[in-house]
């Protein structure tokens, strides 16, 4: 899997990405990024990458941010089993990083990969996800996506 760089044209963010992947940049108020993987033959869930973008309101910290999402993924997801959640340091920032499991009628068992951390007032939320029979192929890739995600100024290459 190629990866090129990327960076988000209002977003302040960038990361790097499958270069064959396809993009579509604010395709709604918050959804500043879906990456999808190319179709294959016989269809079937589209692994993909997602960056949301969500005011805060002032002095709304990760922690407590996080805790409010936990109950509307249960609420959102259908079959959602959290799997692994940690809270970690990047670039000087919190991060908090969450395993997970849910179920879609139309494509069957999704596992996803979620890391969010807060800028300000924003919070930013990248999502990894895949079938979860095929997450174990790109559960590397995810993380090193996951670790050249960065916020403000890009650096001047992303090496994956």
């Known amino acids: 899997m190629g990866i090129v760089s990327y960076r988000h044209p209002t977003g302040g963010f960038a990361m790097p ?3 064959d992947w ?3 940049e604010d395709v709604q108020a918050g959804l ?12 079937g869930f589209r692994a993909n990458l997602v960056v949301t973008i969500e ?5 709304t910290d990760l922690d ?15 079959g959602y089993l959290l799997l692994d959640r940690e809270r970690l340091d990047r670039d000087g920032r919190g991060v908090i990083r969450r395993l997970a499991h849910h179920v879609r009628e139309d494509t069957g068992s999704i596992t996803m990969e979620q890391w969010t951390t807060v800028d300000g ?3 930013f939320t990248l999502t990894a996800s895949a079938a979860t029979l095929e997450y174990d192929g790109l559960a590397e ?3 090193g996506i996951a670790d050249g995600f960065h916020l ?4 001047d290459e992303v090496r994956r």
């Open 32 to 43: 500043a990024l879906i990456a999808v993987e190319p179709e294959r033959a016989g269809g």
């Open 141 to 143: 890739a995810f993380a």
């Open 55 to 59: 005011p805060l309101a002032a002095g």
């Open 64 to 78: 407590g941010w996080q805790a409010s999402a936990d109950q509307e993924l249960i609420a959102a997801l259908s």
């Open 152 to 155: 403000g100024r890009a650096p």
């Open 22 to 24: 396809e993009r579509a």
């Open 17 to 19: 990405l499958p270069a």
């Open 121 to 123: 007032e924003q919070g």
